[in-house]
């Protein structure tokens, strides 16, 4: 089945730097990506996702990219804000389930 | 407003004691599932439903049971729960399987089995 591993666990950066996470998947088969993102007491809320025929997408300060050739996709957040602190999880469609990976903890330093 | 409604939000019970977390969504979403979060595991899911009386396993659904008799509301038993069971646990749903549908989550169920 699909398995999905996300780096880094945990992620400090300054605001207004950029922050990237990274994320593999095992099956050749999934063809849709979300990135979600999980703020302290709450459920996650989809942030960006990205379909395979696709190789990257934008919106204001988040993107995402895939490489389906290497099997990995990454979020990139541009001027990182303290609004920007949270858990974010990547995650893959399989046999109508989504497989996520295991969060990373953006931190925004001031 | 658009919302999956969970309840309770917290719960502390005993081991053996059968408990039901309820899950009810007013968006007329077929597909609705139970996951549960651990640290360091992500999010698992236990089981999930593509339509009324239409139910299937996920990847951890030992020890637990759902039912989808009417469309907005997807109960999660545990007939017997164990001390292994103390996790969070979000209900998700989504109009159709998550294959390209943003999946709307409710606010999480934290269960603490003694």
């Known amino acids: 089945g699909e398995n999905v591993e996300q780096h880094p666990s945990t992620l400090s950066v300054q605001e207004g730097d950029s922050a990237v996470i990274k994320c593999t998947y095992s099956?050749?088969?999934?063809?849709?990506f979300p990135w979600y993102k999980q703020e302290l007491g709450k459920g996650p809320q989809l942030i960006i996702d990205?379909?395979?025929n696709v190789g990257e997408k934008k919106d204001q300060r988040i993107a995402v990219t895939l490489n389906k050739t290497a099997k990995h996709f990454s979020l990139h957040i541009t001027e990182t804000q303290p609004e920007d602190s949270a858990v974010y999880f990547c995650?893959?469609?399989?046999?109508?389930?989504?497989?996520w990976g295991a969060g990373t903890k953006l931190i925004i330093k001031p | 407003e658009a919302q999956v409604t969970q309840n309770p939000r917290y719960l502390i019970t005993v081991t053996g004691k059968k408990l039901t977390v309820t899950c009810s969504q007013n968006?007329?979403?077929?597909?609705m599932s139970w996951y549960r979060q651990d640290p360091g595991l992500g999010l698992r899911q236990i089981y999930y439903?593509?339509?009324?009386?239409?139910?299937d396993k996920g990847d951890v659904p030992e020890g637990y049971k759902v039912s989808r008799k009417e469309k907005r509301n997807f109960p999660l038993i545990l007939e017997s729960p164990s001390p292994n069971q103390t996790s969070l646990y979000f209900c998700?749903?989504?109009?159709?399987?998550?294959?390209?549908?943003?999946?709307?989550f409710g606010d999480g169920t934290r269960l603490s089995i003694l």
């Open positions: 439903s593509m339509n009324v009386e239409v139910t």
């Open positions: 990205i379909r395979s």
């Open positions: 998700a749903s989504s109009f159709s399987a998550p294959n390209n549908q943003p999946q709307h």
């Open positions: 968006m007329n979403h077929e597909y």
């Open positions: 995650a893959a469609h399989s046999n109508y389930q989504l497989i």
């Open positions: 099956d050749s088969a999934s063809n849709y």
